[in-house]
């Protein structure tokens, strides 16, 4: 058969292209400079970053209306515009505190600019697949690219130790995906996800695509770092180099949520009432595991590891009503989470010293006295992940649990706030260190000159407070993007 | 209508004052100047609130609306009724002597203090004006994190044991509260309180949203068996956050049963009354016992905190019984009237009470009774005065400590002698636990040598306890102005408990 190409598919597709031309010049770029001129990678990389993010906002359809591309391979709709701008921003994001960590390390390779910017296409393909294979595609871009980044300190054994470990359980989930995407293919006869939300009811065995729905909601939880299948997060965010961590934790999860929304409601809405109790599962196993194990952390990164388990868990919320008005706060949340994560990362990245990783909870001591604007910018991002208003974090929370509460779920909404209570007390923990206890004698060290860095993170972190009063239209955006 | 938008700038004023100590506060002489300005100024822009009131019309005033989410119709809406302008003014008088009486004490990290305060003195004001739920919520949680701070920065050796128990117990309560509104979000589709309060509701559910809101608010005020986290967060408080704590944040708690619980869930309300009134009769009793037996004094003031704020939910609740049991519109009216003359007088009487204690901890660096003893040969006018808030404390006639309690007795009578009866064992036992403390801290002989150098009070601390003094002797013999402020505020409340919502 042959399939008819349309060049108006490739405007569609421009932000990517355009990224992906990008990427390979930087690749050339950096092959002929010197490692001390490295910043020009930098900046090139940035550059590309906000260009790409300007395309996509450019090409932006009307919202919530949405254009296809390739025959249903590519959707572009007004999701896939939100969940890109916060990609291309968290990416950003986390290239600036990256910077000075991996220089101090010798790390500050060009392949650490280029790994983020493949893994930053595959997560902008991921958003916007419209079958099978294009999330698939996606994932593994995004998947191969990480798992070399959290190898990008091989001569250190934890980080080589994580990234074998995310490898193998992120070939297992991709394995576990894969092998439900085969049972959908087998019951529907399509890869494509609106042909096989189409075909629904005409199945000639039903049970071959709930068998199949099972391996998918396996796969994501993996990939989104759900409970029960949590166990690689806490290792591969601790033994990764902390600037690489910044990136793991956050934009990945905006591409994980895509993931979920693409393959559950794009693919199986259907069945949405089976997956919406699997989801309610997971949310309760994710909310219990990651508070109640965060409590027991001493390092810092593990313990932003467990709460990250908690968040998705809190995320998923939003899933089981499987509603627009449900969607559309998971992925307010998922944005507010992501936002501050990459504050709270970046801030063990930006108080890092060579031969000093600053990771342990006990590390934050006193930076009150050291640095009250650093301390402020932790506690903001703290607070946010605690959930306390007026931070970003309390209505994304506010948004989740309204969610679960319009879905009948009620006793969902109760089990969630019981664990979040039991969650403020390891962030409160942080916030006493940095401003209750005296300062240590090695932890005293002059803070970094890097000026760029200074001035984002104190941005993103006042974001916290600036989202948390106004984030109405944010919000609002979220809304359209899903037509609510 | 007022073009100034007065409320807004009471919340915002000190929140942006905070700010600026912060940025040009390093010079500490600084930083406690711009506060004491700040805090006049709030002081100040108050006033117009009490004056222009109008009292005779009652019902919400000063009325400030945006919209603020609109997905979610929440609302960036505040309003004032005779109550809430009480409890501003209570705030903002205090916020001032609070600012003044910590500028000896505090000399560590002023600014940070300084805009600490600042900063929860706007949430309160907030707290106060709010008349849409998301925004009241969001004030409420809101001004833990500078108390946190406060206690945890600024406090006595197991301040971090003390802030933790602070933060986490009040979250617990609250929290459970925050499903109730998204309840009743989902009732309504909006945030406003107005519309809560006419929802219409079932039985069962305003049953849980009852106990959702008393989870929240008892906690806050605090109420026996919950209150366990107050002693523990004054004793370790410095003395300016245990005043706030005293004098305003516990009043939210009662603000809350007003502005919450009775007009949103009138039946449940007063079907569980008799949960809330038990609780306020063992906490008046039982807690009085447990003051007695203290030998902290601000462990003391802290537990008579509990046992005079159970007098603020006795007095809300009987309301509920005396208007749909006996049709006495009158006793309840008394009854609310009485819990919120018990609030603000309990405002003053704490407040100065724990001010009291901070000018001896500032001398001797010690809370425990047995470390003093006859400072009044030492110290004669900080004794007279000392005397003088305890008598307050229990209730002497005369005194703003008589007016709220006697009221709140007056209606209790009327529903139910004998609750009447148990309630007035406040006056003796409040009276027991006062003047032991007095006996054995102000009078007799000298026995430690370093309390025989105290020097009597400084010019600033004459300044915080004198106010203080006026303001509980004024509101005990003419407390007509403040009574006729809510007057008319208090009635419709009482109005609205008649009607049934199920």
């Not at chain 1, 395309?55 to 949405?66: D, N």
């Not at chain 1, 590891?305 to 908690?310: K, L, P």
């Not at chain 2, 009775?262 to 038990?278: G, N």
Request: with cysteine.
């Amino acid at each position: 058969m042959m399939i008819p190409f349309n060049p108006a598919d490739l405007i569609a597709i421009q932000p990517e292209l355009v990224l992906l031309g990008a990427t390979c010049a930087i690749l050339l770029i950096d092959l002929f400079i010197k490692p001390s001129q490295r910043d020009i990678t930098h900046w090139l990389s940035i550059a590309t970053l906000a260009l790409t993010s300007y395309l996509v906002w450019r090409g932006a359809p009307e919202l919530s209306s949405g254009v296809t591309a390739f025959n249903g391979m590519l959707l572009h709709d007004g999701i896939s515009v939100v969940l890109k701008q916060f990609i291309l921003l968290t990416s950003g994001l986390s290239l600036f505190y990256a910077r000075n960590y991996m220089r101090e390390r010798s790390l500050l390779v060009g392949e650490l600019y280029l790994l983020v910017l493949f893994a930053t296409l595959g997560m902008m393909l991921l958003v916007s697949a419209g079958s099978l294979i294009t999330v698939y595609l996606g994932l593994e871009l995004l998947a191969l690219s990480s798992y070399a980044l959290v190898a990008m300190n091989r001569d250190s054994a934890s980080s080589a130790e994580a990234a074998i470990k995310y490898f193998v359980l992120g070939a297992l989930a991709s394995g576990l995906l894969l092998y439900g995407m085969s049972m959908i293919y087998g019951a529907t006869g399509s890869l494509d996800l609106a042909t096989i939300t189409g075909k629904f009811g005409q199945v000639e065995h039903p049970g071959w695509l709930a068998f199949g729905l099972v391996f998918l909601v396996c796969g994501i939880a993996f990939k989104v770092g759900a409970a029960p299948f949590h166990m690689w997060l806490p290792d591969v965010y601790h033994g990764a180099p902390t600037a690489v961590t910044v990136f793991i934790g956050s934009a990945p999860k905006i591409a994980a949520f895509g993931l979920a929304y693409r393959l559950l409601e794009g693919g199986l809405g259907p069945l949405s009432g089976q997956w919406t109790l699997m989801l309610a599962i997971l949310a309760v196993a994710s909310l219990a595991v990651g508070n109640v194990l965060a409590i027991a952390q001493s390092n810092l990164k593990r313990m932003l590891a467990y709460s990250t388990i908690s968040h998705v868990g809190f995320m998923l919320l939003g899933f089981v009503g499987g509603t627009p008005a449900g969607y559309s706060a998971a992925m307010f949340y998922i944005i507010s989470y992501t936002m501050t994560a990459t504050v709270a990362f970046g801030m063990i990245a930006l108080l890092a010293r060579k031969g000093f990783e600053c990771e342990e909870i006990d590390d934050f001591k006193g930076l009150n006295q050291r640095s009250p604007w650093y301390a402020a910018i932790m506690g903001i991002a703290m607070f946010s992940l605690a959930g306390v208003p007026p931070l970003f974090g309390f209505f994304a929370k506010l948004l989740v649990l309204k969610a679960a509460i319009d879905a009948g779920f009620l006793w969902l909404a109760i089990v969630a706030i019981v664990f979040a209570i039991i969650g403020i007390y390891y962030y409160l923990r942080v916030v006493k260190v940095m401003y209750f206890d005296a300062a240590a004698e090695e932890t005293a060290l002059p803070l970094p000159s890097d000026v760029a860095l200074r001035w984002v993170i104190s941005i993103n972190g006042l974001a916290l407070i600036v989202l948390g009063l106004a984030w109405g239209p944010l919000f609002d955006w979220c809304n359209r993007a899903f037509g609510v | 209508m007022d073009q100034w938008p007065l409320l807004s700038i009471l919340i915002w004023l000190p929140i942006v004052g905070a700010i600026l100590v912060l940025a040009f506060g390093r010079d500490a002489r600084v930083a406690r100047w711009l506060s004491l300005i700040t805090t006049l100024a709030t002081l100040i822009a108050s006033l117009p609130l009490y004056l222009n009131y109008d009292a005779v019309a009652g019902g919400m005033q000063f009325i400030e609306s945006h919209a603020w989410i609109n997905a979610l119709k929440a609302n960036y809406a505040l309003g004032v009724d005779g109550i809430a302008v009480a409890l501003i003014v209570l705030t903002t008088f205090t916020s001032v002597l609070v600012i003044i009486g910590s500028w000896g004490p505090i000399q560590k990290r002023v600014s940070q203090y300084m805009a600490a305060m600042l900063v929860l003195e706007g949430m309160l004001i907030g707290i106060f004006c709010a008349t849409d739920a998301l925004l009241f919520y969001v004030f409420f949680e809101a001004m833990l994190i500078p108390m946190f701070i406060i206690i945890g920065i600024w406090g006595g050796p197991r301040r971090v044991y003390a802030t933790l128990k602070f933060f986490i117990y009040t979250f617990l309560g609250s929290i459970f509260m925050l499903i109730a509104l998204i309840y009743l979000h989902m009732k309504t589709g909006e945030f406003s309180l107005a519309a809560f309060a006419t929802a219409p509701l079932g039985t069962t559910e305003q049953a849980w949203i009852f106990f959702a809101f008393l989870a929240g608010f008892a906690i806050k005020v605090p109420m026996w068996p919950v209150h366990t986290w107050l002693p523990d967060a004054h004793v370790e408080a410095p003395t300016g956050g245990s005043v706030i704590l005293a004098a305003i944040m516990l009043k939210v708690g009662g603000y809350g049963f007003i502005r919450f619980s009775l007009p949103i869930t009138p039946d449940a309300s007063q079907e569980y009354a008799w949960v809330v009134i038990a609780m306020s009769l063992v906490a008046v009793v039982y807690i009085g016992y447990v003051a007695l037996v203290q030998d902290d004094m601000k462990k003391l003031i802290a537990y008579s905190s509990v046992a005079h704020m159970a007098f603020v939910t006795l007095g809300i609740f009987i309301s509920l019984a005396l208007v749909r049991n006996y049709a006495n519109a009158d006793a309840a009216r008394l009854g609310i009237q009485g819990a919120m003359v018990q609030m603000i007088s309990h405002g003053f009487v704490s407040g100065a009470m724990f001010s009291c204690i901070g000018v001896l901890y500032d001398r001797l660096h010690s809370r425990m009774i047995k470390d003093y003893g006859g400072v009044l040969n030492v110290m004669p006018w900080f004794g007279g005065l000392f005397i003088f808030f305890s008598m307050a404390n229990c209730g002497l006639p005369g005194t703003s400590g008589f007016v709220g309690e006697f009221m709140v007795i007056l209606a209790s009578f009327q529903s139910n002698p004998w609750i009447a009866l148990v309630a007035a064992f406040t006056l003796i036992i409040g009276a027991a636990y006062t003047l032991w403390l007095v006996k054995r801290v102000i009078f007799g002989e000298v026995t430690n040598p370093k309390v025989a150098k105290f020097e009597d009070l400084n010019a600033r601390e004459w300044i915080v306890l004198g106010s203080f003094a006026a303001a509980v002797l004024a509101l005990g013999i003419y407390p007509k102005p403040l009574t006729d402020l809510m007057d008319s505020s208090v009635l419709q409340i009482v109005n609205a408990l008649m009607l049934s919502k199920a």
